[in-house]
């Protein structure tokens, strides 16, 4: 991107220069500026714009992955540490505490994997200045492993982990009190109701923006095509009136 201070006609010692050549500045800088802007509407430099925005979500969403699969994978670990057990417990229920925390860790630690191999190598493309450099970030093939590892840190691994919640209460409090064990449970079961419809929610109001925003894209695309054949009809027309 072209900061404001690159502008040729922001430019004291350029203004100067131009001016030595008797080229009013300001009709310069506009002329600079519709070069500028014509350059950037080119279909090329529109789709390196639109794969700029994508790797740099791409990024987001493996920082978020990383930083959120190693907080709740390590309060897993130290659960299952921690936790003091009684001869009492049902097998069960250990079972399924047991069952519960290895997929909670292991599917914590996948996505965890996924963001540290695959981050790096966008790090290294997003910190090159430069509109053609995107071309050589990997984030539009390995989009489903972006997907994958976003989708099991923020969804299924928060599930889990509210799953882990409820079975360590009832390991936790099963031999003094089963009250307090069944009230952890009924608290978590409106909470997950309420996590899964913000998901589907959101889930929805994001295609949908991304259904307007595509829209938009391709209404764009129309007008400057057919600007571009209203252009190529002006020249045709201008080169038949001078060879008339």
Known sequence: ????????????????????????????????????????????????????????????????????????????????????????????????????????????????MISTCILPNLESVASVHGVATVSESPHEKLHIYIEIAWGFSTVLGILLFMAEIAILCWVKFYSYSKNAAVAATVILIPVVLVFLGFAVHFYRKLVAHQYERSAHGLRELESMVTQLQNEETDMSNTRNVMTV
């Not at 979500?57 to 057990?85: I, N």
């Open 1 to 112: 991107m072209i900061s404001h201070s690159t502008v040729p006609g922001n430019d004291p010692f350029y203004r100067q220069g131009v001016e030595d050549t008797g080229i009013n500045p300001y009709v310069f800088r506009e002329f600079a500026f519709q070069s500028f802007m014509k350059e950037m509407s080119k279909p090329e430099n529109m789709m390196n714009a639109l794969s700029w925005r994508r790797l740099h979500l791409s990024r987001a969403k493996l920082k978020a992955s990383s930083r959120t699969s190693a907080l709740l994978s390590g309060f897993a670990m130290v659960a299952m540490v921690e936790v003091q057990m009684s001869h009492d417990i049902p097998k069960g229920l250990l079972v399924a505490f047991s069952v519960c925390t290895t997929l909670l860790v292991s599917v914590h630690m996948l996505a965890l």
